[in-house]
């Protein structure tokens, strides 16, 4: 059975990476001792190949390339490494050995043959100049005898294969834009992403992780939006085409498929969104975004300086033409320009002075932070004449909600269910109206003490066996110090005696931005997608 394991060295593994000198070789020659014609290289380890050279060749596994001062070349172990130089010139190569320690918790800081420099071939290094100095303190030290020199050589190294790397990481990115800018070219085209692998170099399973990497999305979900965006901009004006039109024409055959890939992006079915372009409604606060969705409106000017509205933010940055910001006086230099319908804002909010200038520029509704988020979207609905919308709405809220129920009654029974989040190095849970989903709609049992706060209350961990929770939901947030007092946490005897701990009833969660202000998202729309995803909180099972 073959036991080896398969390094890969990601540059996120870098810090789990180090590499040791092994020995420095010299291959010169001058005019009055001419190197032989032909000289063959070993390779029993990785080896870094630093030329000063200006002329002759070096010859990989029969791939000449022509020597220059100030050249860097790559070579894994067992390579065919010949130095070819027929000319009679002055020449000089410097031959660095390394060896790669892979740093693995069982086993510590140990070489692995299966560990391959994640680079090999020639470096087109800019700072040349700087691969001659180097070239020369190495040279010079490695033979010295003393620890100090030696440890000059190991930064030597380190060094290079820093600039081979910063090469690397350049060569990677041009290749993933040569490869963006074709599928940008062609998105409309049934393009398979082994062409575009091999257009980058690279094969697809590399090409896929770096392309997601780098721009935050896979392939084909780039080119999906590359689709969307386009159909949007067909669908504006008054002389639109037809959907059906629409779709053909960016690419899709079927127009059932493109308008189930369009409503799932935007939550909007491509009809409903083709009407509601005329529509300016300005959601002046954050929170309004989320209660004009539930209606089926998208803003077209909204604040996009939160980072709790990266949601938002990434899937209508289309439709918002008019950023708004914390400033009042940039806020009402945009929507004049603007001109916008209507304009939605938080009483609590805006001061009233600034509601009044608000009110000069278009109709505007101030919503009541005392009143609850069903209230927000019916008066909403009721400002903007749609009414029957927001009803059918929380029809079909409560239905959704209804079925929820019956899911987790077999799961959650009658426990009391406790929402704990950390936040850096601070406990805090939710109150009455930041689990208002979970306590009202969903109808599970509240421990006692939660009723006596709406949103959130920092506590400390011997507070928190007063709640008598038979279930915690945890939160912790995504940041390294969260993290790591998270991990101090699990290890203290007062969690570990909590009710909800010793039966294994605590369920970690993660990826919800607003469960730290839970405030922000007090909204129909942030609610009917979150109520779909509490059973998985639970079926995630206990850790």
Not at 76 to 105: A, D, K, M, R, W
Not at 236 to 246: K, M, V
Not at 302 to 311: E, R
Not at 493 to 522: C, M, Q, T
Request: net charge neutral; with cysteine; charged share 25%.
């Amino acid at each position: 059975m073959n036991n080896k394991r398969e390094i890969d060295l990601q540059h996120s593994a870098a810090g789990l990476i180090c590499y040791k000198l092994l020995n420095v070789g010299i291959v010169k020659s001058s005019l009055r001792s001419p190197l032989q014609a032909r000289h063959f290289v070993e390779t029993k380890s990785h080896l870094l190949i630093l030329s000063t050279a200006r002329s002759g060749q070096l010859v990989i596994d029969g791939r000449p390339c022509p020597l220059r001062p100030g050249a860097v070349f790559v070579c894994s172990p067992g390579q065919l490494v010949e130095v070819t130089n027929y000319s009679g010139s002055e020449s000089g190569l410097l031959l660095l050995y390394f060896q790669i320690h892979v740093l693995l918790p069982e086993d510590g800081a140990v070489p692995h043959p299966e560990a391959a420099f994640p680079f090999l071939g020639e470096a087109l290094v800019s700072r040349t100049s700087l691969v001659i100095q180097l070239f020369d303190m190495i040279s010079s030290n490695w033979n010295e005898g003393v620890s100090s020199a030696r440890l000059r050589c190991e930064a030597g190294l380190l060094e290079l294969l820093s600039l081979v790397l910063g090469y690397q990481e350049q060569q990677v990115a041009l290749a993933l834009e040569s490869a963006r800018l074709e599928l940008e070219r062609h998105y409309r085209s049934e393009i398979t992403i082994d062409r575009l692998a091999g257009i980058a170099g690279l094969s697809r399973y590399h090409f896929m992780r770096l392309f997601k990497e780098r721009y935050g999305k896979g392939v084909m979900e780039y080119r999906t939006d590359l689709r969307l965006m386009e159909a949007k901009q067909l669908m504006e004006g008054p002389a639109a085409l037809p959907l059906s039109s629409i779709a053909y024409q960016i690419g899709y055959k079927n127009e059932n498929y493109f308008s189930s890939l369009f409503k799932k992006q935007t939550g909007i079915a491509p009809a409903v969104y083709q009407r509601n372009q005329k529509c300016r409604i300005a959601a002046y606060s954050w929170i309004n975004f989320g209660q004009l969705l539930a209606l089926q409106i998208i803003p077209f000017a909204a604040p996009f300086d939160q980072y709790w509205t990266d949601y938002y933010r990434n899937r209508y940055k289309y439709e918002v033409k008019v950023p708004l910001s914390h400033q009042y006086e940039f806020n009402r230099e945009a929507l004049r320009k603007a001109e916008p319908d209507s304009i939605i804002a938080m009483d609590g909010l805006v001061p009233p002075e600034e509601q009044e200038k608000l009110r000069r520029i278009a109709p505007a509704l101030f919503l009541s932070s005392e009143e609850d988020w069903r209230q927000h979207l019916l008066r909403i609905a009721e400002f903007l004449g749609r009414t029957e919308e927001a009803l059918q709405w929380l029809n079909r809220y409560n239905r959704k909600a209804a079925a929820v129920r019956e899911q987790l009654k077999p799961v959650v029974s009658g426990d009391t269910v406790l929402v704990l989040l950390i936040s850096r190095d601070q406990l805090h849970v939710w109150g009455s109206r930041a689990g208002t989903v979970l306590y009202d709609d969903l109808q599970l049992a509240m421990p006692q003490a939660v009723a006596d706060f709406e949103w959130k209350k920092p506590i400390g961990l011997h507070e928190l066996e007063a709640f008598h929770a038979d279930r915690i939901l945890l939160h912790v947030e995504g940041d390294d110090v969260s993290q790591a007092a998270w991990s101090k946490l699990s290890q203290r005897d007062g969690w570990r005696n909590l009710k909800a701990v010793r039966e294994n009833r605590v369920h970690l969660i993660s990826g919800y931005p607003w469960f730290e202000v839970p405030w922000s998202e007090y909204t129909a729309d942030n609610y009917d997608r979150f109520i779909g995803e509490v059973p998985g909180l639970f079926d995630s099972g206990p850790f």
